[in-house]
């Protein structure tokens, strides 16, 4: 199974920081990659797919980039709301697997 | 609107079964493949099963090892997970999500969850 990296695991940052969180698959997996956030106690919501496509109703501060084996999640412009943990997801080949995630707090 | 209902989870013996269930409404489940995910407590999430609109292809993360069985009945707008033999580490809340479009296999919209609780 491909084997997903994220880094760092947990960050801090402040309101209005530019936040990048980066992940990495063990292959290449082409642009098959989507990222997640999850607030404790709650469903994770999809963000990103197809590692650059922003999901319907996702706030435009989010973006993401890479291709290949490489894959980058960056927020402009920390908003309080954003404070959660994010994962990135491979959907190139089965077993999907998930990266461990990175937890955003506040500084 | 799109909604997932999970029900089914609750506690359970080591080596015992569950069949958890995740009722389907806003959209036509049989046009669209649909995973499981779970997540233990305090840890990430893990997938754990995918299958295809019409049941003809169906995936399983290697840690399943035959315990688990996915499937749905599209005309009940339903899709189910079978867990047998379960361990302490399938304690978890698990999770049904439906693909995000009919050409993109990622899981896009989520249900609550459903927790299962394996304890002697």
């Known amino acids: 199974a491909i084997q997903m990296t994220q880094s760092p695991s947990s960050l801090s940052a402040s309101v209005g920081d530019r936040v990048t969180i980066t992940c990495r698959a063990s292959q290449g997996i082409g642009n098959d990659l989507g990222w997640y956030q999850q607030k404790p106690g709650k469903a994770p919501k999809l963000l990103i797919f197809a590692a650059s496509r922003l999901q319907s109703g996702v706030p435009s501060r989010f973006s993401g980039s890479g291709s290949g084996t490489d894959f980058t999640l960056t927020i402009s412009s920390l908003q309080p709301e954003d404070f959660a943990t994010y994962y990135c997801?491979?959907?190139?080949?089965?077993?999907?697997?998930f990266g461990p995630g990175t937890e955003v707090e506040i500084k | 609107q799109v909604q997932m209902v999970e029900s089914g989870g609750g506690v359970v013996q080591p080596g015992g079964s569950l069949r958890l269930s995740c009722v389907a409404s806003g959209f036509t489940l049989s046009s669209f493949g649909m995973h499981w995910v779970r997540q233990a407590p305090g840890k990430g999430l893990e997938w754990v099963a995918f299958?295809?609109?019409?049941?003809?292809?169906?995936h399983y993360a290697g840690f399943v090892k035959g315990r688990f069985t996915i499937s749905r009945d599209n005309s009940k707008n339903t899709l189910y997970l079978q867990l047998n033999n379960l361990g302490t580490e399938d304690m978890a809340v698990y999770y049904c999500a439906k693909d995000l479009s009919y050409s993109r296999a990622s899981p896009g919209y989520w249900g609550q969850g459903t927790l299962v609780t394996v304890s002697s």
């Open positions: 299958i295809g609109f019409d049941g003809g292809s169906i």
């Open positions: 997801l491979q959907d190139y080949i089965y077993p999907f697997t």
